[in-house]
């Protein structure tokens, strides 16, 4: 048997050597997917202390944590945003200017923890949407505790702040941990306005492209995506537009770049949509076309 | 660096006293998620022992493997639940009576350790019918060791247990735990009869006040929903009621509290129904709304 | 409490006794699912040297540690594959004809070692296929550290290598391990050619017995699956044919396993197919049922 | 590189084949290491509640958790003791009867749980007599936190029930972790009395047939050894018996099996003893032979 | 067997009622030995950044890293002095005056980082002490990666510290975790100047009340004890002051709160003194006292 | 709070700058401590098979397994070799030639596992010395399992190899991390003959320039040492000559780089010697100076 194996891994190595694209063994680095877990897991402790923990903190804790997990998170921040900033860079995709890829990421993590309060504030009004939103919910804690809309919509307001700063790789990899976590899968460019809220959430799609306004809330199983797939339109906004104060149930797909689903309407389950609707208008499928046969 | 940083972290501790909805440090401790996470692990392993494990269990070993399984859960069941009771207590929807919340706790994990072979008679029937139900489940072993829709209907009778007995907080951690590794949403408070079976699962959402009768089979993508999602209506029955020996196929969509699927119904994949459904009724959706073009 | 414990542990030991379904304790040994998840790990990294990691691997400790991999997921390979082996003689399914299921399992492994490049290759076409597909498709880097669809198609090319080797529960823990983390329901019996992309995927389901061609794409929500569940059935193609160049947009259904979409095809989102087409056909939902109403 | 590592696999596999005294792969299992170890800190906790863990111990959860560690002690222990009596019975060196080893372990093992209060009682006398002993003791907490003499004590009373019931290895592995630990070497087969206290302790030899009586001291660098080590005098008698109430001091080395030191006898720093001292005997080492010179 | 072991259960049950002296379930809580061992090792890395870590440390994440350290460390150290005061204070052996225990611990923990970097200056004189008086030390970073006696006197400046401020319990426990790995007991009342090494170390014992000046080397098995052992001295000078410049060789005794060791004296290989030696004296054994025979 | 902690973060970081000595942040990397205490463990795993682990192990995969710890230790190895390696290159004691530093590991690795199998056998003989050499050695087996006699000359024997070929530090943290463990200081440079036993251990110490013969047995406390201590005297032979078949007993001390005892001789406990002893000779403490006094 070792013979043959030992034929095995030296086919393997040498795999590694002609297939590039699959393997970047012996090249610079990439970004951790385990630090970008610990990394989201952080975040989260830090964004809502008190409740990822075993026992409750004291108030007089609170402070020497937070120093510390800041002080930990930002080390952590630097070594992967560096990594990654350095991919873009051999990429030719980014420029470091006159600064370092070490100075860089540093800027871009200390404007993170500057943002960082603003952060909790949109998500306090997040979890408030969710609340009122859901005849179930019996709690602001059950909503931070258990509900998957509330912890993908915590993940994409972190992974976006990375988006925007030209950062490659991290937000994606967030952003596709937590679709793995909640079936609910938010490109880090969407734009995504206040009091959001996704009730069930799997199978949720929402496109790089997308801009949703406030107050709008989500079914488990909506699309908002493209109409085309051409890789050479990939700098078009290629997803749709929702406004204020909408609701799309589950099912519904809403797909176009220049597709605007106006202000108030609401978007009934299964809908297919592929161009605009005007504000407070209600679009729902006909029920006209099943067929019911009983059995005798 | 550490001056940003050091402002950024008095702005986070301060953001820690204003919104109080997002925080609750220094205040009373909630359940926490890996407690609960550990627990359910733990009551997988106590119901179906040697089935988690690397190696098999001898027959004299499994004695003392649960009699100790028994009271480790015990402890922090006993745990998690008082912190659940004692939420309830403040929040003003639950009062222990004479008796401390200590006391609470230990009645209800007494008696969910007196119900617990039963809901093993229950989870073997819902086995069976996974087993019976698809013609690609090649053993009995292969349900319990891989099926998402098997892990859903046990993780639902334990979650609803402690539902039933009015805890908070717990039941829909374990719901959404599962929820998230198998893509199944059901709420606890789901009423779910004998012998039921879910395949494949992804995008399932079973309402907190459905109610599903016995021999019951649903596919991937089924939505048991509300009509209204109101919060004044959320102590009604919103949800609907499946009848005994309906099979759901992919996708369907069935709301209402009023809405009744008779016993013995197929409901085709993609229906959308919103009212009631007579005994042995087949309902599907008509295929002739669809275009067919092609290319030359 | 103790007592009523003490009870409790009685009726659950007395439980193990009498449902045989449930519980195989004392019996001979199933496969570990956790062995099952650390195998799946170690096999991502061997496929793809340097994206696990949280540091750059330098060239020449590659083949030191491609070396110490193979013989490391060899000996728990062999030791997960001879207990399936064995589970399969003891069900009636499976003979080692004069050979111990020791043996027979270091051929399977043996022979999957020397498959591992060629499966690389394959990988390599998938993640081709998956970069020029998605227009937000930033980089070959990005598709391998966050696609959940190509996460798939490693985890399905190497279930389906152990299927094929007629090695069973592995395969299928392997899919659904798979299934969870990325809501992508592969059965590990499915053949599927190269260059395969699903974008998205959540809710994708695939039969066993499906044939997919070279250059097929998937989106979220389709359903490649069976007209009839009877268990009688097993053993027959229940599940459709797929040839090359198709692409199937999200929530679309094909089921029936004599259905065959012909090369070049496209079939629209939530179309439902349960007859053949034919090549170059565009099938798509005819927008016309859908009311929308205008409130003033 | 790889070529030269692989003959040197081959090299060492081959000498597993031929040093047959220092391999035992393949054979049958002997006790392991870490699983002693796990013991021994488990039967620690088991005998001092509240003494090893973060918190403090509720009174109601202590019942819970002592017959969750009994449960798990026992099936732990059995499976070690086991394997050392198998391990005598292919030595030739026992016989379990017309019993499986299993059943013998099972018998060991139940009559240590309840032997386990007696050895808490004797326990409790060593922990008095260490804090009486020490002026620098500040409490009896402190004497069972950090006292390296009340760990040997403790250690060897558990050490030595495995011995009294001819389980091999076991109790020399205890004592040797302790040895480890503590740098004092108490051979498990010794015979130690009530209220014995160890000061200091490192570089303390006590042999297989010590008799100790009650209220003795030692200190640091005490020798309880033997004069003839032949190994054709293993069953003799070969260790010194030490009366109660004797002290002995630093260094101090009293050798042979006839060697008595009588009741309340003190034996001085660095005294070398081969015969034996009547009771109430002071013996020192005569401070003449030192000399002294200064400079100038 | 299940009967047998619920009788040794309520049997150690009752026995943890009954000897208050050896138990603490249930009262207030003491010091963490896990936790004092983990504060142990995060003040090493705060000491020494750098040394024990798996790669080197980049100047900037410093500190980052070292803020991070502190304020985690501060934390740990607040809760676990904080059990230590109340245990005092329980005692009736310490008071908090009108503050609380928790303020007590604060003021302690802040002085303590605020005396940090006057022990790393005290420990880098001991290093080079270490350094030029062990003719086998090859460098600098031998002596901090390998040395015990040099780990002795690190553990020693700590422990020293809190002993100082009154905290109980913590003092010795930091000690005995350093005898336990050295072998080396200084009790963490004595006193100790600059610039002190000890080579080997095994054995050695330094008393509560011990007094040592500067640049004194002691050798493997050197006690620094008392003459008398009675509790009622336990307040009084009971061990020997050594001062400046005095070298101490391997085994040798030194008792008694009385006896001063002159300046520049040399202490020979087992020399036991009881009485004071004046400055710049060497005292040795006389080697006359020893048979030498030849066998033919 | 905070700002007295940020006042001493800011003076603990100034300090990292000025005791140079003290710390090597930013510089170039060491070795670790706990890849060197891996790398023991697994070199204990590789020589000993089925002796740490918790279960038998198989005759078929051990070739696997010997072959996964080979590829692994080599890499470990190698890294950590390396980085010692370039240490010395700094200090200007070692040049790598026209090699890199990284290809001297190499080559110093591929040695070590050639050399491995001749290890084995040095050891099987020095565990054969142990069993003869101990009435209370019940077995082989024991030996190896609890003997820290044992344990430390497999560490002696492995960390020597790296001495031997100018490896820097980790022999030294080898030797000194089994010093920590059974009290027994050996230094990596002694020479160290076949079949060599230390019985109890606790307190030996062997210097660097020690040669020791062959059938040599220690006990506990026995100090082979050097006279003079002088810095520029360490590149002489300090420490004594043992020749074959020597017994020392627990307590003596040798001294001297020209001190030689001759072959068959016998060293009585506590004697101090510092001139050569011819072969065939005893040497023991006169009894006659010891005082003797009875109490009435």
Chains 1, 2, 3, 4, 5, 6 share one sequence.
């Not at 204020?244 to 589950?250: K, L």
Request: glycine share 10%; hydrophobic share 40%.
């Amino acid at each position: 048997m070792m013979n043959r194996l030992d034929r095995s891994i030296g086919a393997l190595v040498d795999s590694y050597r002609f297939h590039g694209l699959v393997n970047h063994s012996g090249g610079d680095n990439l970004p951790s997917q385990a630090a970008i877990q610990d990394i989201l897991s952080g975040l989260n402790e830090l964004l809502f202390p008190g409740f990822r923990e075993y026992s409750s903190l004291g108030h007089d804790t609170l402070q020497l944590l937070t120093a510390e997990r800041v002080h930990h998170l930002a080390r952590e921040l630097i070594e992967e945003v560096e990594k990654s900033v350095g991919f873009s860079v051999r990429k030719g995709t980014f420029s470091c200017g006159n600064r370092s890829c070490h100075a860089v990421a540093e800027l871009v993590v200390e404007n993170f923890f500057e943002e960082a309060p603003a952060i909790r504030s949109a998500l306090a009004m997040d979890m408030d949407a969710a609340f009122r939103g859901d005849p179930a919910a019996k709690s602001a804690e059950e909503v931070i505790l258990s509900y998957p809309g509330f912890e993908a919509i915590v993940t994409h307001r972190l992974a976006h702040f990375f988006w925007s700063r030209d950062v490659p790789l991290i937000p994606r990899m967030m952003s596709e941990l937590c679709h793995s976590r909640t079936g609910i899968d938010i490109h880090p460019g969407a734009t995504i306005g206040d009091a959001f809220f996704i009730d069930h959430g799997t199978g949720v799609v929402i496109g790089e492209t997308t801009v949703i306004g406030k107050n709008v809330k989500l079914y488990q199983g909506v699309t908002l995506g493209a109409l085309s797939v051409r890789k050479e339109q990939a700098d078009r906004k290629r997803h749709p537009t929702i406004e204020d104060d909408v609701t799309i149930y589950s099912g519904a797909t809403i797909l176009g770049g220049e597709t605007v689903i106006g202000r108030g309407s609401i978007i009934g389950g299964n809908v297919w949509i592929t161009e605009s609707v005007p504000p407070d208008t209600t679009v729902y499928v006909s029920p006209g076309d099943q067929v019911v046969q009983t059995r005798h």
